[in-house]
């Protein structure tokens, strides 16, 4: 992939598809239309702008009366989602966690002893799982419930917590050169892996982590441990499965 950044790679996309025509679409693009407006016709002009909002849907595309928006993502940390940890608790004691188990999240998280992150030693995710894992797993078996799964898809990569609206698609790439998948089918790829096991807190494919540790108490990164970070490590991977189980129709 080339060195452009998110924005760029957005800006990108908008100018590739903004007065398109379908019929002029590559064979990828084309099938990400026909997927987002089934009822188009070849000749039919595409409408395309950045959303300058910070939420789900990168882009939207539309095509006579019709809107659908898509998220974009590129590069290799696979980072879906970021939010306070304070929100992060809200939505498990929303789920009917137990504190128990908060409290061991939390525990994790800050990896310092305590769960509000006032501790004088941090520990690196390596120290603290060699010590913790039984109390990770215990959370996992918590977490990785299908109604709570489900709930977490629509935070943290369908809808997200400040827009009434999906995504229907997800792309990853650049503009020449990206591969997609449906709203759909990431729910279920996702709840298809609900029971892989994992050393990480997760839900299902999705790993729940510290924005940032911060172990070398740099001030410019504090603010960063008191967020978490969602990855979706096997992206790309989930992205081609999904692809085979459905013969090629992402």
Known sequence: MSTIDGFQNEYE????????????????SRSLIDYLFPDNNEDDEIKCWRNHYAQKSDIFLKIKNKMQGVSIKKGIKNSVHVEPISEFIHF???NNIDRKYINFYLKFHYADGTTNGSGKRRENTIEYKNSHQAEIDELNNILNNENIINKAIDRFIIKGNNSNYDISALIYGEFNDYIWISKENIRKIIIKNKDIYSLAVHLSSLVIQPKNRCLNYNPKYEKDRYSIQVKWYSFFDDIIASMYDNNGVV
């Open 92 to 94: 498990l004691i929303t």
């Open 13 to 28: 996309f908008v100018k590739y598809f903004n007065h398109a025509l379908v019929k002029n679409l590559d064979p990828v």
